[in-house]
């Protein structure tokens, strides 16, 4: 069995900065490759950013590009992603997610392991 366990959601004024991170225990651990994806309400979950296994290689969706960064630490299993200048639109529910590859992946489908969300909420 795999588990993921976000952190780190909240109330944040646009402009702040929040940081998850995700906790990986049993089948889910450091030698997967991970992703952040966010769902907000009414709209359909999408990636927003994806590492590989070694943290070499990585991926941002357009709109967080220069914003956010995702980043790894395989000695405590962890994931993390940095969110900076935060806008309203941000506002989702986060979701951390793991898949049995060393490569990142772009596509809910590839992923095995998810988290069960943390809230971050974006006012103007």
């Known amino acids: 069995q795999g588990q993921l366990v976000e952190s780190g959601g909240g109330l944040v004024q646009a402009g702040g900065s929040l940081r998850l991170s995700c906790a990986a225990s049993g089948r889910a651990r450091s030698s997967y490759a991970r992703g952040w994806f966010r769902q907000a309400p009414g709209k359909e979950r999408e990636i927003v950013a994806a590492i590989s296994w070694s943290g070499r290689y990585t991926y941002y969706t357009d709109s967080v590009k220069g914003r956010f960064t995702i980043s790894r630490d395989n000695a405590t299993n962890t994931v993390y992603l940095q969110m900076n200048s935060l806008k309203p639109e941000d506002t989702a529910v986060y979701y951390c997610?793991?898949?049995?590859?060393?490569?990142?992946?772009?596509?809910?489908?590839?992923?095995?392991?998810w988290g069960q969300g943390t809230q971050v909420t974006v006012s103007s």
């Open positions: 997610a793991a898949h049995g590859g060393s490569y990142y992946a772009r596509h809910e489908y590839e992923y095995e392991y």
